[in-house]
């Protein structure tokens, strides 16, 4: 991928990249919201309801390599399934020291379902904040604001540098 920006070219550096299957595989993650009710890959997919608000998610801990790199970008993907086209949720990315949320970004999934009972990618992109700090903590998940079955798999966080 390259960015383009009065004619001048960017070189993308990978800082973090994860994904989430909610599978096996994933065991050395504490998963809290498994369902087999439905899934996009493999068996399980993670849930939220009027209950359980908020999805199982990906946290990551800011080190050096993302301090050394102000111009990076995040991206969130994920599939998500519902049975209601008025589904009320948030795909959420937190930026959070020990104290608070400094950085708070979302995207109604509202914005992106066509299809009930359709498995739809959701996504979200963001500038990382310039006021990170090291041991700063990354939040990516589903907050599920309404009173609908809301089904997430294959959630994937990247984080990429730019530079000239």
């Known amino acids: 991928m390259v ?52 999805s199982d998610g990906i946290t990551y801990r800011i080190e050096d390599s993302l301090l050394k790199h102000k111009n990076s970008l995040l991206t969130v993907r994920l599939m998500a399934y519902t049975e209601n086209l008025n589904s009320d949720a948030m795909l959420v990315v937190s930026f959070e020291n020990k104290e608070k949320s400094y950085s708070y970004q979302y995207v109604n999934i509202k914005d992106f379902l066509q299809n009930e009972k359709k ?40 984080i990429n540098a730019y530079q000239k």
Do not use: A
Request: proline letters at 1%; hydrophobic letters at 35%.
């Open 119 to 158: 498995w739809t990618s959701i996504f979200l992109t963001t500038f990382v904040p310039e006021e990170i700090k090291r041991n700063d903590e990354i939040k990516c998940y589903l907050w599920n604001i309404g009173s609908n079955r809301i089904f997430i798999d294959d959630l994937e966080l990247r």
């Open 3 to 54: 960015l383009i920006s009065n004619e001048q070219k960017w070189k993308q550096q990978e800082i973090f990249s994860k994904k989430l299957e909610f599978e096996n595989e994933d065991s050395i993650n504490t998963f809290h919201h498994l369902s087999s009710e439905v899934s996009y890959n493999g068996n399980l997919s993670s849930k939220s309801d009027s209950v359980s608000r908020f």
